[in-house]
């Protein structure tokens, strides 16, 4: 009798854990799955630090904007990074991460542009920032990006927990014809991430080229980064003037306006693109099928990269590579300024 109350114990406990297991997982719809998806990762070692970082591009549905003649292609990135001694233990060396989209041929017939809707943008760790549902929105690009700088050394959390952990907002940002989005961690870390959302509108009928670039900085190594180059030509037409076959070509599907909102999640579409395409009142066409031509750009150029970081920046190279963090000097001046 003792037996079998400690079996029924036993299987009880191991059901909470299951129980438990699953409610902490992460909703994610299966349409969160990019229709393409990219990803590279880099290494590089000075001075007894090797500073490892990956990134993962997804790009997901094209909607064509009527009001604006265009298609509009999402696309979202996570990179992340962490730092190691060459026996293999953490050491805490990573101090500023940056994403750069650059618009490059064609620019009159290509806009980027990004969402206002908290789930754009996110970063880990930070001190600040709001936190929102990144789970049906980064969780599968995160987990690729992580399991790919796993092959260097395992990353401080999970994908899971990483969206569970971002919180909104940036240090330094651009927008434009060039997107910058940067985060300054202090003191430095160890293992950081962040995931980034936005949008580039591109005419019917045009081939345009742009960037995107992920970087890691820090002290000694200088900057391990990834990069792509990204030409996309976009639909002859309007799909309201298509044949039936090119709307198979491209995968077009007609949304009717009432169920457009309901379905935005599913869709990956922004807040304001559902807003402005019920404002115009009609069928919405959505592409799933839109190609895209990437070439990884190794190696990334070194001193274009820094030179972009210290364009924005309050402090020269000596300070922000050297062996003290200024970010942390600001924060305590700060601080002191407040006392």
Excluded at 250 to 274: C, H, M, W
């Amino acid at each position: 009798m003792m037996l079998r109350n400690r079996k029924v114990a036993v299987n009880m406990i191991i059901a909470a854990v299951l129980i438990m297991n699953i409610l902490l997982m992460p909703v994610v719809s299966a349409y969160e799955n990019p229709v393409y998806n990219w990803k590279l990762k880099k290494a590089v070692s000075y001075g007894g630090i090797n500073a490892y970082t990956a990134a993962d591009v997804g790009r997901f549905t094209a909607p064509y904007i009527p009001s604006r003649n265009a298609y509009e292609y999402n696309y979202r990135i996570t990179g992340v990074g962490e730092t190691r001694t060459s026996s293999g233990g953490s050491t805490a060396a990573c101090r500023v991460q940056a994403v750069e989209i650059k618009e490059l041929e064609n620019k009159a017939n290509q806009a980027m542009w990004t969402s206002t809707d908290s789930q754009r943008i996110g970063a880990w760790p930070r001190s600040d920032g709001n936190s929102a549902y990144y789970a049906n929105v980064a969780y599968t690009i995160s987990s690729i990006a992580i399991s790919y700088i796993n092959s260097y050394a395992n990353f401080a959390i999970s994908a899971a927990t990483l969206v569970s952990s971002l919180l909104s907002g940036c240090d330094e940002q651009q927008d434009g014809e060039t997107i910058w989005r940067e985060w300054e961690y202090d003191p430095d870390k160890t293992d950081v991430g962040h995931f980034f959302w936005w949008l580039n509108d591109i005419k019917p009928g045009q081939t345009v080229k742009f960037s995107v670039g992920d970087y890691l900085f820090g002290p000694s190594y200088e900057v391990a980064g990834v990069k792509w180059t990204f030409t996309v030509t976009a639909p002859s037409r309007a799909p309201s003037k298509m044949t039936e076959v090119e709307k198979k070509k491209y995968g077009i599907e007609v949304i009717p306006l009432n169920q457009l909102k309901t379905r935005s999640s599913e869709l990956n579409l922004a807040p304001e693109t559902v807003e402005e395409l019920i404002e115009y009142g009609e069928p919405v066409y959505v592409a799933h099928n839109l190609p895209v031509e990437v070439v990884s750009c190794e190696p990334i150029d070194k001193e274009e990269v820094i030179s972009k970081l210290l364009e924005g920046s309050k402090y020269s190279r000596k300070e922000l590579f050297g062996p003290v963090n200024p970010f942390v000097n600001k924060t305590n001046k700060s601080e002191e300024s407040l006392s």
